[in-house]
Structures are given as structure tokens and as C-alpha cells.
């Protein structure tokens, strides 16, 4: 079992930055690889980035790729996702999820929302104009 909790959102004007952290408990954080999702409303939850259990290896939405950074640290059983450049398209509700993937599991996988077992309760963005 894994419970994340996000923290780190909030309000930021165009063009700033923001860092989301997600702490997990539980002893065996290091062996799941996690995930960033967003949701606007009215739609499904949509991939922002992963990073593998050691932290080794990231992807990135085609939205994000460039501007947003995931990375994670085992010893704090935290992963991050820092935002930068931000956009108004970017304001959304952030959530955390976790999930053992195997290891050669391909990227595509970690995109599905539907294959993360664990979630947390969100954190809200919203950049201004």
C-alpha cells in the first residue's frame, strides 16, 4: 500500500514557476515508478510525466517536454514535478500517482491513467494571463 499527498500548488502568473511535491509512505516507495497526471474540467485525467523507480529515466507529455521537470528522491520517498514557463492552458488540478511497472515496460504504459493504482488527492494550478 502507498498513500501520496500532494503539496504545492496554488496561483502563478504566466511565464513563472511552481514546484509540486508528492510524499508517499510506506517502505517500498523506491519500487514503484510514478507519474504526474492533470485533469481540466470536465475531461479525463491527462499524462504530464514519469520517472522509473530509480529515478534513472523521465518522459514527458509533448505539452510539457522542455518546460516541466519530474524527478524524485527515495531517500525522502518524495517525487517532484518542477513547472516552469508556466502557461494559462497549464492551470489544472495536479495529481501524483504510483505504480510497479515492470522494468522494461514500455513509456507508453506509464501514460495510461488507468494503470496506476495508486492516486492523490490533487493539487490545484492556476496560471493567470
Known amino acids: 500500500q502507498v498513500q501520496l499527498v500532494e503539496s504545492g500548488g496554488g496561483l502563478v502568473q504566466a511565464g513563472g514557476s511552481l514546484r509540486l511535491s508528492c510524499a508517499a509512505s510506506?517502505?517500498?516507495?523506491?519500487?514503484?515508478?510514478m507519474g504526474w497526471f492533470r485533469q481540466f474540467p470536465g475531461k479525463e485525467r491527462e499524462f504530464v510525466a514519469a520517472?522509473?523507480?530509480?529515478?534513472?529515466?523521465?518522459y514527458y507529455a509533448d505539452s510539457v517536454k522542455g518546460r516541466f521537470t519530474i524527478s524524485r528522491d527515495n531517500a525522502r520517498n518524495t517525487v517532484y514535478l518542477q513547472m516552469d514557463s508556466l502557461k494559462p492552458e497549464d492551470t489544472a488540478v495536479y495529481y501524483c500517482?504510483?505504480?510497479?511497472?515492470?522494468?522494461?515496460?514500455?513509456?507508453?504504459?506509464?501514460?495510461?491513467?488507468?494503470?496506476?493504482?495508486?492516486w492523490g488527492q490533487g493539487t490545484q494550478v492556476t496560471v493567470s494571463s
Open positions: 510506506g517502505r517500498t516507495f523506491s519500487r514503484y515508478a
Open positions: 520517472v522509473r523507480w530509480n529515478g534513472g529515466s523521465t
Open positions: 500517482a504510483a505504480e510497479r511497472f515492470g522494468e522494461f515496460d514500455g513509456w507508453s504504459l506509464h501514460t495510461y491513467y488507468t494503470a496506476y493504482s495508486y
